[in-house]
C-alpha cells in the first residue's frame, strides 16, 4: 500500500523553464510534507517543506504548493537551471519522526 | 560542521556473509533513522531511533536484520545471512528531534552499496 505516489519517474526540462513536479498521497492525517533531492551517490539533501495547515510556501526559485482536498503536493522550480538535474523525492511526516518517500522523479534540464 | 558519515561506502559481499555497516549522526542529533533504496525504488524505512526510546523496528523487512545505537550515537545496521535481494543502497539520516510540532529535517549521509553476489 503506497501511501506516497510519484507517479513521473522521469522530466525533462529546458533550462530557464518551470519544472513541476507532482506527488501524491493517500493519507489526510500528514501534517507535514517535504520535498528532497539526491544527486548520484549522494544522500538527498532537504530542499523545501509546507505544513498541512498551510497551502503554499516559497523559497527562493521553489514553491511547494499543497492541495488537500486532492491530496497533491508539488514543487515548483523557476527558472530551472542546469544544476537542479537530480531525483527529487517528496515525503510526509505524520505524528512520529519517520518520513514515508515516494519513488522519485529523475529531473533533467536541457541548456 | 561534519556531516552525517556511512561506513563503509561500498561493500561487496558474497550470499549467506553477514556484514555490518556504520553511521555516525550529527552530533547533538537524538534521531536516527536507517533506510534503504533499492534499484528504481523509493526510500524504504528501516528502523528508527529516539533519544533512549526503544527503537521502532517496524520497517525491517526480515529477522536478519537488526539494528543498535550505543551510547545514543553512532549505530551499526546487522544484516545476518545476506541474500541477493539485499542488494541495495543503505541510507542513515538524524535530526533533532521535532518535539511538539515543527517539520522534522533529516540529514542524509552519503550511503552504503550493499552489493551481495
Redesign the interface.
Known sequence: DQQ?K?NSPSLSVQEGRISILNCDYTNSMFD?F?W?KKYP??????LI?I?SIKDKNEDGRFTVFLNKSAKHLSLHIVPSQPGDSAVY?C?V?FG?????????TRLTIIP | GAGVSQSPSNKVTEKGKDVELRCDPISGHTALYWYRQSLGQGLEFLIYFQGNSAPDKSGLPSDRFSAERTGGSVSTLTIQRTQQEDSAVYLCASSLSRGLAGVNEQFFGPGTRLTVL
Open positions: 506516497v510519484q507535514y517535504l528532497y551517490a549522494e544522500g538527498p539533501t532537504f517543506s505544513s523525492f515525503a511526516n512520529n519522526e519517520k518520513l514515508t518517500f515516494g519513488t522519485g
